[in-house]
């Protein structure tokens, strides 16, 4: 996840390759933060920008860009707001709610904030602030994601549980209000005989100034003080994000995030947004999820289950402990635009749009008047406000704005279809995939192999573990002597060509740059490491329960087994959780500049994360500007001076001490030329930065070997649409009905094999669900909803609902339709 900020822009060139060019389109990106939309807007009309990199659902602005001959638009349907709250003090054992300087914080209690799904009405929200330019939101599910279509009766009970009441909703808070201690007086919270004063963070570039405003008003009519503090990104983030919650300095923030890839199972949003497992910030370590609910969270973050039916009762579970915990309140998915230049184009995915897509730095050109790519050209991209926390490839910036330029430096060894989700190669010729016999994995693309096997044995010399204090791998002979095994193997072939990539510093490829961020993963999570942070800890140990080995099979050419009891849905998920590259969570970095980090936070001087460094009171390293700047420079000059090779137990056997001070002398040089220590491996290297004018300047990297015209092959997105043909207006009571419905794209019939499943539900006036089933193919664009006597029996007398969900093959946004009858005996 990452946090905010039909025309698709990419076509398909027919009968056209160029072969001469490589790497990037364009020859110069500028990026430039504007996060005042209005302005932004202006500045494309002008002339004076050419993307504007930022979600847009204003429908003034929307009209603007549709009526000028040199705009036009792309939409995505990954983005979405909620209400952030801070929970502290979670622990249900500590009974006073209280911050460290005495504040009351009721959000510490679990039913005020579930109470707050009732409070607000997101119809409201959703129709008079985003003027239908999206839909509501409910749950931690992406309501344009496969799975709340295949969890749509689940969906729409809860919908309709906590559905817009404002009675209860007072009911609940001012009860739980009363066991705080807290007084109503004169119609006015009072604690300890002082105000109950809710600090409301509220964000001001978008519509959740007007959310802010909205929700406050709520509050504030239920007896709350609330105290508004607005802000763009950067001010807001210095206390949501970097302060530790403890210490009061808000209670609600009016958070965004995006999606920026298709996510085909999203059973990890429940760790990742309720659990101290989901991030290192400090706020995610405030959270507490009851032992049962943590559980069923960990199982679908690894994906621990045996058949579907199993993972759909898990997936159930977890929305109803999400719903009573409500650290967070779900309000609207967006549908924006992102407003270009007509003769742009670029890849755009269909969950993050323009910023999350993974593929705009390989896509974006300029195009003649056929349409046609050319080469070379500047583009001028606005976007939301950058840098507001540091640039380190290990645990920094996390906020769009950064990882959009971040990502244009960057190569990963896979890369997400934009329509899809799937994975496809980049520097890998195949995978490999057996899994144990029965377990619910299938494939799609040609580059995995899958097979079902009845057992898998974890050899005795593949690594299962890290021993940070002898600094070595611990070998599944050492750790399990009776034997291991796993339910998942991976054999990846890797594109042996990714030894002949150069770094932006000059330095060559080497295996040692991919296995140190697999190092890394362990040392930093383990006590008896120099850069242990207890942030890390959590997720490691959670990792490791699911974790069963790596294994070198060889090096030329390299040959890894991947060993796990975690699985996917999709065997290509799968493999590409079994690729090592050299792209941390964060960004791309060869090892020898996570390298001056490590020496530099093993002195104590900065810290990779925001938690650790707020805990040791250190700096949040960052490798493009500010004081780290100087600390990291002393650590590459110490890395010189003796050679240094970090994890020599392992790394020592592909870097010589020559190598190493050959390539941090490339870096030392690249610091001196550029003023900083961001290297990556894309088709964009980092030319300059200004962090006081938020700029930042990339320019395209001549060396990188791809023909530009690799990633040019994505078409419009096939998204299905549906026509009820015939619907009844009135429906007999116990009385059989057929209701067919046309599935078509651009009035063709969809392929029926390229069709997942079309699923019907019926409701009742009350919103009950009465039926659930499959609708059955009839032929050409037609699929027949059979609505038997005995299900028509069940519907009391008055209006009646009848939904279509359909889920693609082919892209993974699902449709939904709907009509009303009146039932009648």
Excluded at 401 to 409: A, F, L, S
Excluded at 599 to 621: N, Q, R, Y
Aim: proline letters at 6%.
């Amino acid at each position: 996840m990452w946090r905010k900020g039909l025309i698709f822009l990419l076509v398909t060139f027919v009968g056209f390759s160029v072969l001469a060019r490589t790497g990037a389109w364009v020859d110069e990106v500028i990026f430039f933060s504007e996060p005042d939309n209005d302005k932004a807007i202006e500045m494309l009309i002008a002339g004076e920008a050419d993307i504007y990199a930022y979600a847009v659902s204003r429908p003034d602005l929307f009209k603007k860009v549709v009526e000028d001959p040199n705009l036009t638009y792309s939409s995505s349907y990954g983005l979405y707001t909620e209400l952030t709250f801070n929970p502290y003090p979670a622990d249900p054992e500590v009974t006073v709610k209280e911050f460290k300087n005495g504040m009351l914080n009721p959000f510490a209690v679990p039913a005020i904030r579930e109470a707050m799904n009732w409070l607000i009405d997101r119809n409201y929200i959703v129709e008079e602030i985003y003027k239908g330019l999206a839909i509501t939101r409910y749950l931690p599910l992406t309501p344009t994601f496969p799975d709340y279509a295949k969890l749509i009766d689940k969906a729409r009970e809860l919908e309709a549980k906590y559905a817009h009441n404002p009675e209860k909703a007072k009911e609940v808070i001012f009860a739980e209000m009363e066991k705080l201690g807290a007084e109503l007086v004169d119609g006015k919270w009072y604690y300890k005989g002082e105000p109950v004063t809710i600090i409301f963070l509220i964000r001001t570039e978008d519509e959740r100034k007007e959310i802010g405003d909205y929700v406050a008003g709520l509050l504030e009519g239920l007896g709350f003080t609330v105290d508004r503090r607005y802000g763009i990104s950067r001010d807001l983030a210095k206390c949501w994000i970097f302060t530790d919650p403890a210490e009061g300095c808000f209670h609600i923030y009016t958070a965004g995030w995006v999606s920026t890839y298709i996510s085909r199972d999203q059973g990890g949003n429940f760790d990742f947004f309720y659990t101290k497992r989901g991030w290192g910030a400090p706020l995610w370590q405030a959270y507490y999820v009851k032992p049962e609910a943590d559980e069923v969270f960990k199982k679908l973050a690894y994906n621990d289950y045996e058949t579907l039916d199993e993972r759909a009762e898990l997936m159930k579970k977890a929305l109803d402990y999400a719903m009573e915990n409500s650290v967070r309140v779900w309000l609207a998915n967006e549908s924006p635009m992102f407003a270009h230049h007509k003769d742009l184009g670029v890849a755009v995915d269909l969950a993050g749009g323009v910023y999350g897509s993974r593929l705009w730095a390989y896509t974006l050109q300029w195009r003649d008047e056929a349409g046609n790519p050319k080469e070379g050209g500047t583009v001028r991209i606005a976007i939301g406000e950058m840098f507001n926390e540091p640039w380190n490839p290990v645990a920094g910036t996390n906020w769009i704005y950064d990882q959009m330029p971040i990502r244009g430096t960057g190569n990963p060894f896979v890369l997400p279809d934009p329509f899809t989700g799937l994975f496809h190669p980049q520097r890998v010729e195949k995978a490999e995939v057996y899994v144990l016999e029965g377990l619910p994995v299938g494939k799609t693309l040609d580059w995995v192999s899958l097979d079902f096997v009845d057992e898998i044995r974890v050899p005795e010399d593949a690594w299962v573990d890290w021993d940070a204090g002898a600094q070595q791998f611990v070998t599944a002979g050492e750790k399990f002597p009776e034997g291991l095994t796993a339910k998942v193997k991976v054999v990846v072939h890797y594109d042996m060509s990714f030894l002949e990539d150069t770094w932006h510093d000059g330095s060559n490829y080497s295996i040692a740059d991919i296995l140190m961020s697999f190092i890394l993963g362990f040392d930093r999570g383990k006590e008896e490491s120099p850069i242990f942070d207890e942030a890390v800890k959590p997720d490691l140990e959670a990792w490791l329960e699911y974790f069963k080995g790596l294994r070198i099979v060889s090096e030329d050419p390299l040959v890894i087994e991947y060993y796990t009891d975690s699985i996917e849905l999709d065997a290509e998920w799968i493999a590409a959780g079994a690729v090592l590259d050299a792209f941390y969570s964060q960004g791309p970095a060869p090892w020898h500049s996570i390298a001056i980090g490590i020496l530099a936070e093993a002195a104590g001087e900065v810290a990779f994360s925001s938690d650790k460094a707020d805990k040791k009171g250190v700096e949040w390293v960052s490798y493009i500007a500010g004081p780290t700047l100087d600390i990291l420079k002393k650590y590459l000059q110490k890395a010189i001076d003796e050679g240094y090779i970090p994890y020599a137990s392992v790394l020592g056997k592909y870097i010589s001490k020559e190598e190493a001070i050959a390539r941090y002398q490339n870096l030392l040089n690249w610091y001196e030329s550029k003023g900083h220590f961001w290297v990556g491996d894309g088709v964009f290297y980092v030319d300059s930065v200004d962090t006081l004018a938020r700029t930042i300047t990339l320019k395209r990297f001549e060396a990188f070997r791809d023909p530009a015209d690799k990633w040019l092959r994505f078409a419009e997105p096939k998204i299905a649409s549906i026509d009820f043909i015939g619907a009844p207006e009135v429906l007999e009571i116990g009385k059989g009905a057929v209701i067919p419905v046309n599935i078509t794209y651009k009035e063709e019939p969809y392929p029926p094999e390229e069709i997942d499943f079309v699923k019907y539900l019926l409701f009742d006036a009350e919103g009950n669900l009465v039926a659930l089933g499959t609708a059955e193919y009839f032929g050409g664009p037609t699929w027949n909803v059979v609505l038997t006597p005995e299900i028509t029996a069940k519907l009391p007398e008055g209006t009646a609902k009848l939904e279509v969900a359909v889920s693609s093959k082919v892209v993974a946004i699902p449709s939904f339709s709907s009509i009303e009858f009146v039932a009648v005996p």
